[in-house]
């Protein structure tokens, strides 16, 4: 199984960037999707959840009302929609999945990560 990541990049305050996260060789039927971030010196967190059923969508409090994430099952890519970016947002973003049960909150319950890319937002 291989999460690939991509979409990373700089931009200035107030701009936007879409992350994608592509699942590939997946032997599992379903997963819940995430993304996570890990700014230097910090511990990694989580950003937003999407569950496999597409119900019930997770957004940190930082983030709420300007992310929006997203999924193409056909694709089988998930996507962050980022818009008003602040220079807090400034981290590695890394997509994760999860095949089993437990807790959608738990970054220690995901499987599968992704290498990361790097967002930068300047001020």
């Known amino acids: 199984v291989q999460l690939q990541a991509s979409g990373g990049g700089s931009v200035q305050t107030g701009g936007s960037l879409r992350l994608s996260c592509v699942v590939s060789?997946?032997?599992?039927?379903?997963?819940?999707a995430g993304w996570f971030r890990q700014a230097p010196g910090k511990e990694r967190e989580l950003v937003s959840i999407?569950?496999?059923?597409?119900?019930?969508?997770l957004y940190s409090d930082s983030v709420r009302g300007r992310f929006t994430i997203s999924r193409n099952q056909a694709k089988d890519t998930v996507y962050l929609q980022m818009n008003r970016l602040k220079p807090e947002d400034t981290a590695v973003y890394y997509c994760?999945?999860?095949?089993?049960?437990?807790?959608?909150?738990?970054?220690?319950?995901?499987?599968?990560w992704g290498q990361g890319t790097q967002v930068t937002v300047s001020s």
């Open positions: 994760a999945a999860k095949t089993n049960s437990g807790a959608v909150d738990k970054i220690a319950n995901y499987d599968y």
């Open positions: 060789g997946r032997t599992f039927s379903a997963y819940d």
């Open positions: 999407l569950p496999w059923r597409g119900d019930k969508k």
